[in-house]
């Protein structure tokens, strides 16, 4: 493996999400061929983003096959039931969609060592898609604003003016648009939100958070249960992990004067253009997304989402073990492994680089 001090470790796998079709899927040859030399053993119990879900299929499926003494559970209850949980202790890790707050960064994290914090590591990105199912539509077009309008309720129909001015060549029905958003705290809300607060900032008024901010539409609990809603419902439309989306329609985002396509490259491209959030400690890696861009080469509705880790383990053992995980998770292999079976854009080689050397520094 080319970062890290990649683990000899097996998962047998606790997953909510078909845990029995990840366990029987074979480790690829590059996973496989980075064993490392010294075998680990123990659990490690995760919880958080349910974006991840399908990357953790991958990973534990490959680490299972490869390596036998390591059981690694991971629950996808969402970003925000995901960091509750690691700061309580229940968890030994997180996996976030959105970075910790300030609030939550001032306080006392279980797991971790006495004095000691945990610091935000980005190992999956990924666009969010903006998923539809109406009919007789298979083509979408919707600029910001419009796509505010309709998750906050100011737009209703399908075939309101707005929608028509972005869509001439489409024939729009008169359905009435059921806007499905998440009902639990979700990183995957919060980025959606980010994205529209910036470039819609006259429409969707209410700051970023993991909850959905309006009394509008329909909540379902976690991405599935959004796109179970959006694929079973009638004019519908929501927001998931793009490697949900599966067969549904996904709309096309206005960036400067060009509607563009979700793609890996272009969801890594405004990752890589982004910097870092200013005043966080040197070995915390939270990234401040550049929403605004016009560069019809990026797609701004995109989430990073975090492995959050303590910097010292109040056990070392579990540490360890902790830090062999992600280190696989963040590296070459790992990337390429999240990028075959979920769509993830790969970290760049430069942020796998940074990533591993805060993880050299864990304890």
Partial sequence: MRYGRPAVIAIAVALVLSSCASNEGGASTSTAGAAAETAVAGTINVAGASSQGSAQEAWISAFQTANPDVTINYDPSGSGAGRET???GGTDFAGSDSYLSDEELAGTFAACAPDTLAVDLPVYISPIAVIFNVEGVTDLNLDADTLAKIFTG?????????IAALNEDATLPATAITA???????GTTKNFADYLFQAAPDVWTEKPADPFPYQTGEGAQGTSGVVDAVTNG???IGYADASRA??????KIKVGEEFVEYTAEAAAAVVDGSPLVEGRADNDLAIKLDRLTTDATHYPLVLVSYALVCTEYADAEQGTLVKEYVSYMASEAG???????????P???DLQAKVA????TVK
């Avoid at 100011?154 to 707005?162: E, G, L, Q, S």
């Avoid at 499905?180 to 979700?186: G, M, N």
């Fill in 180 to 186: 499905v958003h998440r009902s639990d705290d979700s």
């Fill in 246 to 251: 599966g067969d549904l329609g996904v709309a």
């Fill in 357 to 360: 050397a805060v993880l050299e």
């Fill in 234 to 236: 009638t004019g519908t």
């Fill in 335 to 345: 990337q390429e492994e999240a990028a075959a079976s979920a769509g993830a854009a």
């Fill in 154 to 162: 100011a737009i209703t129909t399908w075939n309101d003016p707005a």
């Fill in 347 to 349: 970290l760049s080689a």
């Fill in 86 to 88: 690691f700061i309580a």
